[in-house]
Structure formats: structure tokens, C-alpha cells
């Protein structure tokens, strides 16, 4: 597949079939995403791939803290809510719509809400989870470097037929990530990623975020 067309073939999927993905092909992406760059070729990415009991147990285990401790929906590094203002909020608002009308949740079902978010939690039904950290004495600079590893990982998961949903649900309920997955207290849990193979008959897939036109964000200077 050509870069572009993976660029332009690539949207979140929130629905897989069970069909396992390899652990070789999961090594392969990896290695391929490690091509990202990175300041001063730091390299701060770390992943934990979660598959099999281990998976079942961290999604078992979130999920019930998460009906108990609904208040712990906070990342552990500090974020700010910025993005709760326009044109932020528009957009945002905009794409929750379209995504629970293509799941078919009326607008205030909170019950239905609440466990369409937990899908997050169950890596929307996806063989492989991946929980990605960071040391937690770099800079923002570093998660700038996780975002492209990211990225390159999705491009590279999209050129095979492969699909994956980006998860900043994952840095909630960090304690019980961090527990199951033994991630040591030095690094933050940053979010994590569903991979597999998209399920095409599911409606959610076929929702298209919309993009702002480039006048809308880049200002030309010198031209
Ligand atoms: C850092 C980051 C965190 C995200 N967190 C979530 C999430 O927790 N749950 C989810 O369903 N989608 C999540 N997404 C997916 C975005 O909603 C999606 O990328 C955006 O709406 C654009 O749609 P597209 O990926 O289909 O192009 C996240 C994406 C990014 C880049």
C-alpha cells in the first residue's frame, strides 16, 4: 500500500473480529515503529502487548475497579482540560454524535454511555492490547516521541489490513494497569491501542472523522 493511501485509509476502529493476530506480526510492527524519530534519538517508548489470560485479567480487573472507583478517570501525569472550549469542544462534540448514533445511544443514556466507554477496557473485543509507558522524568518533548511511534505503528498496522484505536481511556484506572502489568512506579501508563483485524460489518467502523480544511490550522509565511 502506498503511504498515502495507509494515511488516508487509516480512522480508529472500535470493532474487531476474534481472529489472533501473530505475535511475529506484532514483533514486525514494533520493529517498524521503532523507525519513528524521536529527539536526539531517545527513543523513550516502551510497550507492554497484552494477549491471552494476561489481557482477560487486566480487562477483568480495570473494569471492576472502574465500577467502584468511578472517580479514579484521571491520568497519573498532569493534564490540563483546555480542550473543553472552541473550537475544541465543537469538534469533540461533533465526533461523539456521529460515533453513538452509529451505535445507536440515545443522547443522555448515561447507562448506555458509561458501558460504550468501558468498551475501552475490553480493548473493543480486539486480540491485542498494547498499554504504552514512559520514564517519568522526561519531558512533554518525550510524549511528542511516543506520538509518532504511535502513529508510525498505525501506519504500519493499516498497510496489512491490520486496524487499531488509539486509547487515552488507558491512562484512567492507571493503579490496576500498573499492577497487572507490573509496570514499574518511574513510568506513567500514557494510553494504550487495540489492534486486529476490523470488523466490516460493524456500523461504528465506518465512521469518518471529519478534518479541518489546511487553511484552517497552517498560516503561510513567505510564499
Ligand atoms: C492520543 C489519542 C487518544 C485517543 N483516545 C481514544 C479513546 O480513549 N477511545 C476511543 O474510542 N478513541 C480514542 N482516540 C481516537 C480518536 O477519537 C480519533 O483518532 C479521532 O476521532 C479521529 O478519528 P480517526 O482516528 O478515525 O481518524 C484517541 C486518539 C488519540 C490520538
Known amino acids: 500500500m502506498l503511504l498515502s493511501d495507509a494515511l488516508r485509509a487509516r480512522r480508529s476502529i472500535r470493532a474487531f473480529r476474534p481472529d489472533p493476530v501473530p505475535e511475529a506480526l506484532v514483533r514486525e510492527l514494533l520493529e517498524e515503529a521503532s523507525r519513528a524519530p524521536s529527539g536526539?534519538?531517545?527513543q523513550p517508548w516502551k510497550v507492554h502487548v497484552v494477549a491471552g489470560e494476561v489481557r482477560t485479567r487486566l480487562e477483568r480487573e480495570v473494569l471492576a475497579h472502574r465500577e467502584t472507583n468511578p472517580q479514579d478517570n484521571s491520568a497519573e501525569f498532569p493534564r490540563r482540560s483546555g480542550a473543553r472550549r472552541d473550537p475544541y469542544l465543537t469538534r469533540m462534540r461533533t465526533l461523539g454524535k456521529a460515533m453513538y448514533g452509529l451505535l445507536e445511544i440515545p443522547k443522555g443514556d448515561q447507562a448506555a454511555n458509561w458501558r460504550q466507554w468501558g468498551r475501552n477496557y475490553q480493548f473493543f473485543?480486539?486480540?491485542v492490547g498494547l498499554i504504552f509507558t514512559i520514564?517519568?522524568?522526561?519531558?512533554?518533548?518525550?510524549?511528542?516521541d511516543i506520538g509518532?511511534?504511535?502513529?508510525?505503528?498505525?501506519?504500519s498496522a493499516t498497510g496489512r489490513g491490520l486496524g487499531t484505536c488509539a486509547q487515552g481511556a488507558w491512562n484512567n484506572y492507571w493503579t490496576v494497569t500498573r499492577r497487572v502489568l507490573e509496570v514499574p512506579v518511574d513510568q506513567y501508563i500514557v494510553c494504550g491501542l487495540s489492534l486486529g483485524w476490523p470488523d466490516e460489518t460493524a456500523a461504528v467502523n465506518?465512521?469518518?472523522a471529519d478534518r479541518e480544511p489546511v487553511e484552517a490550522f497552517a498560516v503561510f509565511h513567505g510564499f
Do not use: E, H, V, Y
Open 125 to 127: 473485543d480486539a486480540p
Open 40 to 42: 536526539t534519538n531517545i
Open 135 to 144: 520514564d517519568k522524568d522526561l519531558d512533554a518533548m518525550s510524549f511528542l
Open 148 to 155: 509518532m511511534f504511535i502513529q508510525t505503528l498505525m501506519l
Open 206 to 208: 465506518g465512521l469518518a
